[in-house]
């Protein structure tokens, strides 16, 4: 019996040690050359209602957090300060019309390799959490994709 209350003591322990928000499906590009920046989406759920506030890279100078609106049939790029995370919602970054942008890439994105990001989210009870979350990249976009990026920027 004292067994089994540790183990429970001890999931209840890990439950209430892990985080409130998690990330999948977290995937780039890889970067053609000359070109310093590159996309990340993602899929990020966090247990309570949130916001997703900020995004850091140490592969890039910058990282920020952007929207992409249709505006008179061109696509534009805007930075947002924050991302809405409704309570237990998985919110597709890409699906929500969102991307995590990354400015000033200290090295292409190579196809096959990961870059790391790091989210901070607000939650509503206050605090921040930050994520690690590993991109995958993926091999080098189609041209419709490459107009994207140079419109950005
Ligand atoms: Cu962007």
């Known amino acids: 019996m004292k067994r089994i209350l540790g183990l429970l003591a001890m999931l209840v322990a890990v439950q209430a040690n892990a985080g409130e928000v998690t990330v999948s499906d977290a995937w780039s590009r890889a970067t053609a050359p000359g070109q310093d920046a590159g996309m990340v989406q993602l899929v990020v ?5 949130a916001k ?20 008179n049939g061109v696509m534009k790029m805007r930075q947002v300060d924050a991302i809405d995370l409704a309570a237990g919602k998985a919110v597709d970054l890409g699906q929500a019309g969102y991307h995590v942008m990354l400015i000033g890439l ?10 790391e990001i790091t989210l901070t989210v607000r939650l509503a ?4 959490e930050q994520v690690k979350v590993n991109a995958e990249i993926k091999p080098l976009a189609e041209p419709a994709q490459h107009q994207q990026m140079k419109m950005h920027h």
């Not at 759920?45 to 209602?49: C, F, M, R």
């Not at 200290?106 to 870059?115: C, D, F, M």
């Open 45 to 49: 759920t966090s247990k309570q209602a």
């Open 52 to 71: 997703l506030v900020g995004v850091s890279s140490k592969d890039a100078k910058t990282a920020e957090l952007h929207s992409m609106v249709h505006e």
């Open 106 to 115: 200290k090295q292409p994105l190579k196809a096959g390799e990961k870059t």
């Open 125 to 128: 009870n206050g605090k921040e």
